[in-house]
């Protein structure tokens, strides 16, 4: 018997499990991380900017609607062309800019809006990002002469922000995080001077890449894990093409893994160094995963991923391998249960801050399951080898989550159900169909 993925409206997902394999190629939906920061990049260019391969979830969404409503000619979204006119400069928005469920777009837009002079913006998210910490991104931002505030003295949005002609700094950030330093590379962009943003290990730089494509005034020292941004710069309209997610990849890497007699091919997936720790863990534990035809796309390393059934083994994800597969760690979490041995996962209490507290969510969704896991303060310890049962789970909302256990109920035994499951939605709007497209009895 196949197994029937059956979806009940309006988010709850059904897995049967049955006698199959995965077999196919998965077309990988557009990185989130590059579609926001082309939609941010063509509003703030002078010119015209061509986006192929945008993301269409609902994080992406939430970036168009707060740059249209600050000025930018966006078009209709769509995974084959979407035009942005750029006006090289933002109105003042005539209402409060909602970033929905994406931080990503909160926090990039905190620094492009502080360093608007003369203009004043109000900024809000859904009940799971007004409870995400801001302070991150505003302190530094407050260190450079922007004016902003908000609930919990500007820990927490709703924001609202001032904008000012901003001062260079150096800020030596206390944590890898691309959020914090596009944040401030953007206000940095329109800043007198140059700004320094120094991290304690690399953090993923999807920001840099696309700034210097555009035009801006850009060195990074990987070395120090340091990157300088001489303002101010007037970004001009490029082509840019996104290739798939690596984050969403995962999901299939981790499924034809843990299924006997899988094998499934994933063409135009992004592999940025920054990004593909988990393509080392998975081989680290014995996955079988071959790269092939790897070139650069407008400034990304792109490739073609071929996954394999394999038998996997345990091992330790810590250090500064985190930064590099910090979203992964839910599907990495589900690959541990199916390998022999404990697999260890530390260095990773940022996950708590998440769209959910991940680690929490891991720890109980997953034991649910019958999976052993010990949840630590800042990581998670996960013996493998046990019979996954099949019961009724809850993705907390959290679009990584409900993906996560969607594929550990392809191996569990009994119906796995999943509340919440349309969350997924954020980042993966077909996530169901290219799982019914590729499942062979």
Request: net charge negative; aromatic share 4%.
């Amino acid at each position: 018997m196949t197994m029937a993925l059956t979806l009940h409206p309006p988010d709850t997902w059904q897995i049967r499990p049955g006698d199959y394999t995965l077999r196919g190629t998965v077309m990988i939906p557009g990185d989130k991380s590059i579609s926001h920061r082309a939609l941010m990049l063509g509003a703030l260019a002078e010119g015209e900017t061509e986006i192929r391969g945008l993301l269409l979830g609902d994080d992406p969404r939430s970036t168009a609607a707060c740059f249209q409503a600050l000025g930018a000619n966006i078009s209709e979204l769509s995974s084959d062309v979407v035009m942005v006119q750029g006006a090289g400069t933002l109105q003042e928005a005539t209402d409060i800019l909602d970033a929905g469920n994406s931080g990503t777009t909160l926090r990039l837009m905190l620094g492009i809006l502080a360093s608007q002079p003369g203009k004043f913006y109000a900024v809000t998210g859904d009940s799971s990002l007004r409870g995400r910490p801001m302070k991150r991104v505003v302190q530094p931002l407050q260190a450079m002469g922007a004016t902003i505030w908000g609930r919990s003295q500007g820990k927490l949005a709703p924001l609202a922000i001032q904008g000012q002609t901003l001062k260079p700094i150096h800020y030596q950030s206390p944590i890898a995080s691309a959020q914090v330093k596009s944040c401030i590379l953007l206000a940095g962009l329109h800043t007198p001077g140059t700004t320094t943003i120094t991290e304690p290990t690399l953090s993923r730089d999807h920001s840099e890449r696309m700034l210097q494509a555009f035009g801006a005034n850009l060195v990074v020292d990987t070395e120090l894990c340091q990157v300088k941004i001489t303002g101010p710069g007037q970004l001009r309209g490029q082509q840019v093409t996104v290739p798939g997610d690596i984050s969403s990849a995962a999901f299939w890497l981790v499924a034809a893994a843990i299924t006997p007699g899988s094998e499934l091919f994933l063409p135009n997936v992004g592999v940025n160094p920054t990004r593909t720790g988990v393509l080392e863990v998975l081989e680290a534990m014995g996955a079988k995963i071959a790269i092939e035809n790897f070139r650069i796309v407008t400034g990304e390393p792109v490739a073609d991923l071929r996954v394999c059934s394999s038998s996997l083994q345990a091992t330790v994800i810590e250090g500064n391998i985190l930064p590099r597969l910090i979203d992964e760690v839910p599907i990495l979490a589900v690959a541990a249960a199916f390998a022999q041995g404990t697999t260890v996962i530390r260095d990773a209490a940022e996950l708590r801050v998440k769209e959910s507290d991940r680690l929490q969510a891991i720890a109980t969704q997953l034991g649910r399951m019958g999976v052993k896991v010990t949840e630590l303060a800042d990581g998670l310890e996960i013996t493998g080898g046990s019979s996954l049962q099949g019961v009724e789970v809850d993705s907390w909302g959290d679009h990584r989550m409900a993906m996560s256990l969607a594929i550990a109920g392809l191996q569990a035994q009994g119906i796995t159900t999943i509340q919440r499951g349309a969350a997924a939605t954020v980042s993966y709007p077909n996530f169901t169909e290219s799982l019914e497209a590729v499942l062979q009895s």
